[in-house]
């Protein structure tokens, strides 16, 4: 018996986090949270209402005990009433989909995560992940912010010290180095980088920035984009990829060949020059 | 009392009247683990043109009250990409499959439909004449009575199951429209097609799509849609086709009610993709608590 392509999942908890715009939810999901990998997003919708109609896309922020986790910010319909959601409160759940960063293959010598705002949601989730399966010698998680308030969960990072080697930056000095989190991550790449490999997350233009930092820099990002189906069938959440040389426009669906993608198969100028 | 739900479309009998419309179904494949693809009515798949389409820039999608904008630009892989990767399973499934022809000439539409013409697991062609997102999408084809009724009638001979002509209803008279495909020699219309709308961000005062303008769907446009085909069941005798915004049974009644004969889901699948089945059931469910044991009996009972 095929199992059903959506769910009704209940709401564990709906909190507040350090900058009360973000909040963390926890989804009472069953056997789905057992699938989820980092890097991938489950498509949410609130049941019993067309408006907001469709589903929207939240990258799994931790999984483990049948409960999924994602963190979100009040930006529009759909998130402002989850946000008035209280434990119990149901959720139609589409997922865990799409492909995540990579998790086979050769052992990274040094993992360098770097995540942008909230983008950095999946990144512990990630961490935790490359140390179970021992994906690499040396795990780095970087952590990016305007202000220290909206440091994603920078205590549970740092209690994660005995392993984790953690760097937090804040546009406004606030905490950390004053700067971006990819001045972090170019402060910490060895010359030459052998054996680095960098997973990120964030706003685009922190992406299209991580692309242009080193030439061949082996680096996997989770892009975003305006889903419709979230399985591969509108194309509508797609984006452009470098075309081959003077060949047609190129697209992939963040849904589908995604939301993972290596940082140097986008195109980033026409990324830019679409406002995604 | 189990009702008969089946009906006919030209000459193709379809145990359901519940249909999958056009670009919100893929090529079918994509729901093979998460829907029963045996109950639905017929597959109608994605629009195919003669050379393959990479579609129209991002941002393609924006979500409005209950619908959403699109503006796709027939991204598809070409017919005969169609035929060697996707005809191949289609053809392994036990209802009918519609193939959705698109094209930006007369000669692109003829070569695509001849392409297809008996090629085993194509049931019928759709001529998509209402695209309303690429330029010369064929929506000139479908705006225009004349334009309309001369690709139905190239096409006519080139298609050996039934052939169904999809309605824009960016017209002023959709009906003329209608007419024309009857006489064109369509077995059947369907309709609505999206309708052209536009978004804009009022922050950063940008268009929401890259098109800027782009066709609306889902529940939204509903009423739009029930009064679309109202009009045309006044005007034609072949079967209609409903569509636009249907989400349950009783979406779907509305549109028979109305003259159609069958329906068809669409942005619906994007929010649950057995959306069609559920549909289906609803349907089922309407016709007992009505005591009415055949569908076909309320084709177009609310209009005497």
Redesign the interface.
Known sequence: M?P???RIVKIVSNEPLTDPEFRELQIDAGAAAADAKPGQFVHV?LPGT??????RPFSVAGAGDGRLTIVYKRVGALTSRLASLRPGAELDM?GPRGHGYRLEGPKAAHAILAGGGYGAAPLLFLARTLRERALASRITLLVGARTAAQLLWRERVEAESSWLDAGFATDDGSYGEKGTVLDLLMARLSDPAAGVRVCACGPSAMLAGLARIRPGLPAEVAAE????????????????MVPAAGG????ARVCHEGPVFDVHAIDWA?VKA??? | MTPDLSVRIGSLDLATPVLVSSGTFGYASEFSELVDLGGLGAIVVKSITLAPREGNKPPRIAETPAGMLNSIGLQNVGVDAFIAEKLPFLRTLPVPVIANVAGTTMEEYEAVCGKLAGREGIAGVELNISCPNVRHGGMEFGTNPAAAEEITRRCRPLVPGPLIVKLSPNVTDIAAIARAAESGGADAVSLVNTFLGAAINVETRTPRLSTVFGGLSGPAIRPLAVRCVWQVAGAVKIPIIGMGGIVTGEDAAEFILAGATAVSVGTASFLDPAAALAVTAGLRQYLVRQNCPSLRDLIGAARA
């Open positions: 095929t059903p392509p959506s919708r067309l408006d907001p109609l469709l589903r589409f984009g305006h889903m419709g189906c979230g399985m591969g069938v509108c194309q509508g959440c797609v984006l452009p047609p426009a190129r697209y026409a679409a406002r995604l």
